[in-house]
DNA sequence: ACCGCGAGGTTTACGTTATATACAGTTGAA
DNA sequence: TTCAACTGTATATAACGTAAACCTCGCGGT
């Protein structure tokens, strides 16, 4: 970790980056005339980068690895890109290149945003690196994740919401979607049973302290669910969605 | 990062290690007879952490770092810490300290969960680094953060919910406080703005792409809410949930 | 055709991290 | 008094991201 505590870069030279690094998610940049042919290019390096963290975790995915994928030192990856953080990005927009179809799902707001959930939801378990490498700072949405937004956005379009609820909708079925998928990062099968057990002991020592926690505990509150995990989340939600358009509805007409 | 390439430790060492963790959670760790007199306790240690991390960030919170706070080499800490990681549990534990007080709200389950959900919105405003420190792994809950479940689920005992639907719900609520601190986080005004006029060049000249973006964007779906941001999402989740809790009812009655 | 400069790639080095190991100093119980 | 237990330090290791200096190509302008 180089964090050189803050350095607090100028803020001519924070723009220049920012505009570099979204120049490098649109693929427009102007690539040179002199010099030797480039070996590589950003997309080929994403691609590898993604291959690694599918198989072995964000955390394989080192400017190391991911060059030795190339037979090549670690340092060439920075002719292409300016950092781990932009390669990071660009892993991302990799993964959600193809923009979701909803047209499937049938007409009406709710199996769409109900598909677009469970397309981003399928993301999420095919890359699970995903949660940990956009909860990372400087949140530069590329062309990919703006079409994935663009096409929850247009289910919601039937809604007769206000642009700013629409925003907020499409917000609360992210978060539904990240929030499962890190209960998903959390949970390790052996570890979970054991904490549960020594836990366990400690609560019944203690129930008077976690009355309602004990209760909850003992009518099977954490037995494993049936139901898809997704669903009850997302139809709370989008029950609550209906309750709001119901009485929009109620005082525009 | 001494991240060892995931060695796999046997399984007997991992209970070891768990159960050691549980009991400095639970502060049920036998004090030694021999020896000198310790300087210091986890509980010292927690708080300085916790100092440091409100006013510098987590990243600012090493070994070292802690230790310097003592005038104590780093390898001090071990004496009293198993690892960071156990120290970062120790910090949202101390933190958790106090157990939220819902009788304030008055009765019924929505006022009290309601009031829960801004105590905790609270708590994740007044140390920004909770969220960060919470999703690492081994989500091992010590007994201040049962206090705050043992409170959510109290409020809800009331709704007349299976105790699996309580849980869900439990779930539901800290993860849009989650959610909301994670967009916060996220949220840097120079550099958002910046972002947003970068990306929004580029959004005009492919708006065909993004019809339903851009049209939610002229529409001012971007524009900075008049509304505590906390309530939209809060608002429609507990909507979801007394839909449940009428159709749950119905069925019962 | 030449030549210089820009570009690709390597090497080396730095500062940082967590923590294993070996050791020295201190203290209470036997 | 002796000894084992305990505290704290010093040293060492492996890994990380990346800055800086350097060599080696090969195209573009002359």
Redesign the interface.
Known sequence: ?A?A?KPRES?EK??RD??AG?ALL?GEQDQPARGPKPSLTPRRIAEAAVTLADAEGL??VSMNRVAAEFDVSAMALYRYVPSKAELVELMVEAVSAERPDLLAAGPGWRPGLTAWARLLWALYQAHPWLLAAT?M?????G?AQ??W???A??A??STGL????????F??VV??V??LA??L??FDE??NR??GR??GE??DR?AD?????T?????????P?AVDPLD??L???????Q??IDRTEGVSS
Do not use: C, S, Y
């Open positions: 970790m964090r505590a803020k924070r723009t920012l505009r979204i649109w955390e394989a909860a700072r400087r949140q530069v949405m062309p703006l079409g937004m663009d096409a956005l247009a919601l379009e206000a642009a700013g609820q629409r925003h907020q909708v917000l609360l978060g539904q990240r929030n890190q209960q990062a959390d052996d570890h054991e904490w020594l836990t400690l609560l203690h302290r976690f009355p309602a926690l209760k909850a505990i003992a009518e099977g509150a954490f037995a669910a009850f989340g139809d709370r939600i989008l029950d609550g969605v309750v709001l």
